[in-house]
């Protein structure tokens, strides 16, 4: 912020200083309407300045709106695939990026009430298993039929007890969802960053230009006492 306004104060100034010092002299005219005539020329420098600096800044602020989005575009794209990977990962590495919901009501008519005993083709199950978890995933928590069903599942695929495929299932869900959360957490500083970002940028970009006038105006006043003092 304090370079952005040495470089306003610094050039306005200078800009209004030649202006006022090349304007030319009017001779007959009041010392006050000499001084106003310098003035408004210097503001009417800075005012052809800051048309040239607006587009300027309107560039640099159309290309942090457009970071910020993209930014916000990745952040979604990162919380999805995060979940997606987690949900991925608790399903046994299956595909679950084009999850098609009629499948997950497929599985639910199909279901019986003593699930296919362990065999060396576990991909049957590890697929009806990752729809049901992607699904669950995506309304929030897993059904209680749901969890039972799938817990007899992979008690009879891993021989492990119900309970134990149970706390599977919970530390799976649990694990997804903290993955998710945290993800987006991340996405929402980046976000909050990039806005403050541009706010402060907004800001100093205000008060300098409002120091260029200043400056710009003064400067002025002084050039025209020293083309007056030339003139004499």
Known sequence: MIWLALVHLI???????????????????????VAFRDTAHGFMTWAVSAI???VLLA????????????LGANAASSVGSAVSGAASQAAGRVDLSNLDPSA????????????????????????EVGRIVAMSI???????????YVATVIAAQTGISQPDAEKRINDAIAK?????????????EAADTARKGAASFALASFI???????????????GGRARDRADV
């Open 11 to 33: 050039a306005a100034g200078a800009g209004g200083y030649l202006a006022g010092r090349l304007r030319t002299k009017r001779v007959g005219v009041h010392t006050n309407e």
């Open 52 to 54: 040239v600096s607006a």
């Open 59 to 70: 560039s640099a602020a159309s290309a942090i709106i457009g970071g910020t989005a993209r």
């Open 104 to 127: 997950y009501v497929t599985d639910t008519l199909f279901r019986a009430d003593r699930p296919a005993p362990a065999s060396t083709d576990t991909a049957p199950a590890r697929a």
């Open 138 to 148: 995506r309304n929030g928590d897993i059904a209680p039929a749901d969890k039972t």
């Open 176 to 188: 997804t969802k903290e993955t998710a959360a945290k993800a987006e957490q991340t996405a929402r």
């Open 208 to 222: 300098a230009m409002l120091i260029g006038a200043l400056a710009s105006s003064y400067g002025a006043t002084v």
